[in-house]
Antibody
């Protein structure tokens, strides 16, 4: 059974940093792109970042470029998101989502339950 | 990376059909065949329903169908059922390894 589970959310002050992790199981992790998608309270979905199966390619939404870094450890089946210089507008539930393919056509077939990040003083 | 445009709400009675639109540009929806649709219940993670414009994910009822014309994609739910009441989001590949979501549509079954 495919499972993805996020961790690491919490309350952080503006300008601070936080590292999210996602543990994956039930599939050949290195064969699929992985994504981070966020949803601000009461708002819609926003794609944040994705990383290729090998980890050699990482891509970001303009809203987080230069502040967030995505990475993966294929030996441990884990995905991370390092978030720096956090702003109030980064407050959201962050989802880890498995890509359906080994490249990103935008389809994500398995999602974790999400982890809440709150940026507030 | 502007969000795709969806109507905020849509509704229909049980058994009826409803169509949700998703409008983008030639740089996203109109330029690629990679439009996906997600269903999300309150407090839950999204679920992939449709990919590549019109292909249903395994287990999704054939009451759900997708299509595209020009810069607008559509999700049609036929034979509406109470369990279809949820939020629906479209997404599209937008070139240069970018993805974009729509703002979401709240579907109400009257």
């Amino acid at each position: 059974e495919v499972q993805v589970l996020e961790s690491g959310g919490g309350l952080v002050q503006p300008g601070g940093s936080l590292r999210l992790s996602c543990a994956a199981s039930g599939f050949t992790f290195s064969s699929y792109v992985m994504n981070w998608v966020r949803q601000a309270p009461g708002k819609g979905l926003e794609w944040v970042s994705f990383i290729s199966g090998s980890g050699g390619g990482a891509y970001y939404a303009d809203s987080v470029k230069g502040r967030f870094t995505i990475s993966r450890d294929n030996s441990k089946n884990t995905l991370d998101l390092q978030m720096n210089s956090l702003r109030a507008e980064d407050t959201a539930v962050y989802y880890c989502a498995k890509g359906r393919l080994n490249w990103n056509d935008g389809s994500m077939d398995y999602w974790g339950p999400g982890t809440l990040v709150t940026v507030s003083s | 990376q502007s969000a795709l445009t969806q109507p905020p709400s849509a509704s229909g009675s049980p058994g009826q059909s409803v169509t949700i639109s998703c409008t983008g540009t030639s740089s996203d929806v109109g330029g690629y065949k990679y439009v996906s649709w997600y269903q999300q219940y309150p407090g839950k993670a999204p679920k992939l329903m449709i990919y590549e414009v019109s292909k249903r994910t395994s287990g999704v009822p054939d009451r759900f169908s997708g299509s595209k014309s020009g810069n607008t994609a559509s999700l049609t739910v036929s034979g509406l059922q109470a369990e279809d009441e949820a939020d629906y989001y479209c997404s599209s590949y937008a070139g240069s390894n970018n993805l974009v979501f729509g703002g979401g549509t709240k579907l109400t079954v009257l």
